[in-house]
């Protein structure tokens, strides 16, 4: 069964742009959860979403968004990117809401 | 803030068993141990979890004390591909109303 995998691998944006991560979950998981990976801050959990419907959101601005879709494929979007926006993103899905996650190979966002 | 201590470094000897302790004295009576390990730029990698018994599994053991206070992963033949950080996290496994929260973990190196 194939892993979670996430597109693009690798992006640069420079400050200002905006920026859409995709995320497909492994096959019959429905949940999808988000998390910001810095070296100052660490695992960072951004929000979880579960059949279509954002479940749990992380103290995060309103800068950064999500969706799933139906197929429980999700995206996250981040809008007006700073500096600090530079980190792994990471995408882990799971069958349901609390269940083991299984994580992503991640998206490196360099911000300029 | 995490819910889990874990040392910041460990070394452990190849082809030893490495013994990976972690605090979690405020742990509530619903919410399992999950252990993940991030090998670097990688996405975080599931290893085990267990509520109150011992577990073990085709990678790992853990051992959970009777109080449930504190527990600790076991690897019991060391390779140098188990460099990587350790986490340690608690988190209710069914209807999770909290956020999964990584601590610092524990940067383990396998010495040849």
């Known amino acids: 069964k194939a892993g979670v995998t996430q597109t693009p691998r690798y992006l640069i944006k420079t400050r200002g742009q905006q920026v859409t991560l995709s995320c497909s979950p492994i096959?019959?998981?429905?949940?999808v959860s988000w998390y910001q990976q810095t070296p100052g801050q660490g695992l960072q959990f951004l929000f979880e979403?579960?059949?279509?419907?954002?479940?749990n959101k992380g103290n995060f601005p309103g800068r950064f968004s999500g969706r799933q879709f139906s197929n429980s494929r999700s995206e996250m979007n981040v809008s007006t990117l700073e500096l600090g926006d530079s980190a792994l993103y990471l995408c882990?899905?799971?069958?349901?809401?609390?269940?083991?996650?299984?994580f992503g190979p991640g998206t490196r966002l360099t911000v300029l | 803030d995490a819910k889990t201590t874990q040392p910041p470094s460990m070394d452990c000897a190849e082809g030893r068993a490495a013994n990976l302790p972690c605090n979690h004295s405020?742990?509530?009576?619903?919410?399992?141990v999950y252990w993940y390990r991030q090998i670097h730029s990688q996405g975080p990698q599931y290893i085990i979890h267990?509520?109150?018994n011992n577990e073990t599994n085709e990678m790992a053991s853990l051992i959970i004390t009777e109080d449930r206070k504190s527990s600790t992963l076991i690897l019991p033949h060391a390779t140098l591909r188990d460099t990587a950080v350790y986490y340690c996290?608690?988190?209710?496994?069914?209807?999770?109303?909290?956020?999964?929260?990584f601590g610092k973990g524990t940067r383990l190196h396998i010495l040849p």
């Open positions: 882990a899905s799971s069958l349901g809401s609390g269940d083991t996650q299984y």
């Open positions: 096959s019959g998981h429905r949940s």
């Open positions: 979403y579960f059949s279509e419907t954002q479940r």
């Open positions: 405020t742990i509530s009576g619903n919410e399992y």
């Open positions: 267990g509520l109150k």
């Open positions: 996290i608690v988190s209710p496994n069914m209807n999770r109303d909290d956020k999964i929260i």
